[in-house]
């Protein structure tokens, strides 16, 4: 795996704490002060950094009414692809008031562009980071301008197959991206866990010698927690104020106590993690003396002979190891021991 870098400042890596990404997408629904309410709860929940989405209706698709241009089936059945994306873009004219607002927050703001001329506003506002949305994967011409900013990249891989993520990869890096970070995605909203196959996010990071991470779309917190048993260094989830609240993505989003739930839990699995020990934790080492030892079990005199009806493997351990109980039987006391004593070569002939 390619090691740590930044993101703002922020060391991102196997060696680190997941880093934790608030996808604040269309759950604005359409109101500035809600978007800027949404990264306070972000930051006081604890994610790392808050995502938006920058991109127009028109210049995500055209205004056509063609049974191409309408979904069918889904969280979004009925919808003209120009009426969702009108109802969930992030207008252009609010974003430097939210990159400003994450700077005052002590958030980091960044965001996936759909097109060049996304690309264009972002580097006048110093995006740190961008993100290449999965259903982009196939856009190798976006994928070079962002790699041409020299910035670090996410990349989600939802839908793509392993020769389309090799293609954006080698696109990536010939465009000057030394920085990047694939994150497994099941493009579905909602996700079901069933068809989460979090091992996938292992074999990206020794297929491509990326860090990798994973783009949750289940619900609940449970499989980004798994996720960084299988090695995740990142972990981007949708977040919204209250999902009774509605818009097209709210039903498939965190809210601020379930946030900070995944933080919380997200960093615990990472420390458990550890490293491969067979050392005797410090938390355990009091609880040694509840082992099983060799203990006299009545009172014997000196010159006697050890028995199995004188010695016993009984708790606590403070005795010799049970393995030396054949050794000891038959031999004979040194001098004479009292019942309960824990037996020691010492005190034996």
């Not at 191409?68 to 969930?88: N, P, S, T, V």
Request: with cysteine; aromatic share 8%; glycine share 8%.
């Amino acid at each position: 795996m390619s090691g740590t870098f930044t993101i703002a400042g922020r060391p991102v890596g196997p060696d680190h704490p997941p880093y934790v990404v608030a996808e604040l997408s269309a759950n604005h629904n359409g109101d500035i002060g809600r978007a800027v309410a949404i990264m306070r709860a972000a930051k006081e929940a604890g994610a790392d950094a808050v995502k938006l989405q920058t991109y127009t209706a028109d210049t995500m698709t055209i205004d056509h009414s063609g049974p191409d241009f309408r979904i069918q089936g889904g969280l979004w059945d009925g919808y003209k692809l120009y009426d969702l994306y009108r109802e969930a873009q992030t207008p252009w004219d609010w974003h430097d008031e939210l990159f400003a607002e994450g700077r005052r927050l002590g958030i980091t703001v960044f965001s996936t562009p759909f097109d060049a001329t996304a690309v264009d506003l972002l580097e006048k506002l110093d995006n740190p980071v961008y993100k290449i949305a999965s259903f982009e994967v196939p856009d190798l011409p976006l994928i070079a301008r962002v790699a041409q900013t020299g910035k670090p990249i996410i990349m989600s891989t939802g839908m793509a197959d392993l020769g389309e993520i090799s293609d954006a990869v080698r696109t990536a890096r010939e465009n000057g991206a030394r920085d990047l970070i694939l994150l497994h995605c099941v493009s579905a909203y909602p996700a079901p866990a069933r068809e989460a196959n979090l091992r996938t996010i292992s074999h990206l990071a020794e297929a491509f010698g990326v860090a990798t991470g994973l783009s949750d779309h289940t619900l609940g917190t449970a499989v980004s927690v798994v996720a960084v048993g299988q090695g995740a260094v990142l972990i981007e989830k949708h977040f919204t104020l209250n999902r009774a609240d509605g818009g097209p993505d709210g039903p498939f989003s965190l809210e601020p106590d379930e946030l900070r739930t995944l933080v919380t839990q997200c960093c615990d699995a990472w420390e458990a993690l550890g490293r491969v020990s067979y050392e005797r934790a410090a938390s355990e080492r009091p609880n040694m003396i509840f082992r099983r030892s060799l203990y006299i079990v009545r009172d014997m005199a000196e010159g006697e002979v050890f028995t199995e009806d004188s010695v016993r493997v009984i708790r606590p351990g403070y005795g010799m190891a049970p393995k030396e109980l054949p050794r000891v039987l038959g031999r004979r006391a040194r001098r004479a021991i009292p019942r309960g004593t824990a037996l020691d070569w010492p005190l034996i002939d």
